[in-house]
């Protein structure tokens, strides 16, 4: 019943999600409006996180297999993609390792500095 | 035989989480960032649909399925989350600062490569929001007029290369404190890469989950600006 009961309100949420993205005219997927909307009831609450906890960790570690479908499905993309693959394929090897070394180094910046403002006080 | 494999809901689903399992063996034995499940899974379910020739649509029958928790999975991101509150509030001015500036760097770098590579204004927009989380990078791609299709394969492409190299490149940059890593990834990776956050540790996929919903909603208003630029 426990388990039941948990992935009844994950797929509760999850619909409450895809009713938002229906109803407001943004760019945002129903899942994001989902994980805002369980955020929110366990902040306030409305959810305890006991009442969730085990299948959302179940479900969190199975996520990457979920991606493989998706994956696949280059295979269907690959006509279009071919004329512009190599600039394409190098744009997006450069980018993604400049956002991470970026988003990582300024993160990690900030904490050390608020860490040594701490301990001078 | 080929009519069972064109019509079974299971099989798509069998096989990729068979070569999931076979690319998390070929880790653990070779400790290389080549072997990561994801991309071994993908590759094998790509290589046995061409052997047996089945088509894409045929695999995606039973494939779907897996997919289908993609949503649910997502919504469970904020049980991790609710779970580091505290710590988010502690270094809430690095988490935001964090993901402000990868953001601008993931828009300029684009602009930048789209312009030395002499990219159309077309191509550059379906490019702009390649590290976010699909559903929003598609609607950004579909309203400022990019190729939709070249977008969610180039999102996906990004994914799989960061989930990848995120060991490597933190390693390499020094980049150790598991806020700044979940953010790193989150940011340049999306949810492919929140699943490897998710390996490192609470803390990473907390932040790397967070990541996903800032980064991508930055991005829908950073690219209706940089979309003028080229």
């Known amino acids: ?121 | 035989m080929t009519n069972f494999i064109e019509n079974s809901v299971f099989l798509g689903a069998v096989l990729s989480l068979v070569a999931y399992e076979a690319g998390m063996l070929l880790k653990r034995k070779f400790k290389l960032a080549i072997f990561n499940p994801l991309l071994i899974a993908i590759l094998c379910v790509m290589g046995v649909l061409s052997l047996l020739g089945v088509d894409y649509d045929t695999y995606n029958e039973g494939g779907k399925y897996i997919s289908y928790l993609l949503t649910p999975a997502t919504v469970c991101l904020a049980v991790p989350l609710y779970r580091q509150m505290n710590l988010l509030k502690k270094n809430i001015k690095a988490v935001v600062l964090g993901i402000v500036s990868g953001v601008l760097a993931s828009l300029v770098s684009v602009l930048a490569l789209a312009w030395l590579f002499g990219l159309s204004h077309e191509e550059y927009v379906t490019l702009l929001p390649k590290s976010i989380t699909t559903a929003i990078g598609m609607g950004v791609s579909e309203e400022l007029g990019g190729i939709v299709t070249i977008t969610v394969a180039v999102i996906i492409i990004t994914g799989v290369l960061g989930n990848m190299i995120a060991e490597a490149v933190c390693r390499i940059a020094r980049i150790n404190e598991p806020i700044a890593k979940g953010l790193a990834l989150g940011t340049s990776a999306h949810a492919i890469g929140t699943a490897k956050a998710m390996e490192m540790g609470e803390v990473e996929g907390a932040m790397s989950s967070l990541a996903i919903a800032v980064a991508g909603l930055l991005t829908v208003v950073g690219a209706s600006v940089f979309v003028q630029f080229l």
């Open chain 1, 1 to 121: 019943m426990k388990f039941l009961r948990q992935f009844g309100i994950i797929l509760l949420l999850s619909a409450l999600g895809e009713g938002l993205h229906a109803l407001l005219p943004l760019p945002v997927p129903a899942s994001v409006y989902g994980l805002v909307l369980m955020l929110a009831a366990l902040m306030t609450g409305i959810i305890k996180v006991g009442q969730v906890e085990e299948t959302a960790d179940f479900l969190i570690e199975i996520m990457p297999v979920m991606f493989v479908p998706a994956g696949v499905g280059l295979l269907n993309a690959w006509g279009v993609l071919q004329p512009i693959w190599v600039p394409v394929v190098m744009i997006t090897v450069i980018t993604t390792v400049i956002v991470m070394v970026v988003t990582g180094r300024v993160t990690q910046t900030v904490i050390e500095k608020d860490r040594k403002g701490h301990d001078s006080k």
